[in-house]
C-alpha cells in the first residue's frame, strides 16, 4: 500500500479525520510557522499526521 492510503489528518480539537490526501484540508499561512493544516470542520490549525 502506498503512504498516502496509510496515513490520515486528524484535528486534535474537534476529532474530525479524513485520509489526508482528500483535499478537505485547507492550507493557511501563519507568520510564526508558515504553511499549516486548517480543520475544514472547526477552522482549528491543531492538527496531527496519523499512520494506520
Known amino acids: ?3 498516502s492510503i496509510n496515513t490520515r489528518t486528524k484535528c486534535l480539537k ?3 479525520e479524513t485520509p489526508g ?3 478537505d484540508w485547507a ?3 501563519l507568520p510564526s510557522l508558515g504553511s ?3 480543520c475544514p470542520e472547526c477552522g482549528s490549525t491543531n ?3 496519523l499512520r494506520r
Open 27 to 29: 492550507k493557511v499561512e
Open 36 to 38: 499549516v493544516t486548517q
Open 21 to 23: 490526501d482528500t483535499g
Open 1 to 3: 500500500m502506498s503512504e
Open 14 to 16: 474537534c476529532g474530525f
Open 47 to 49: 492538527t496531527t499526521q
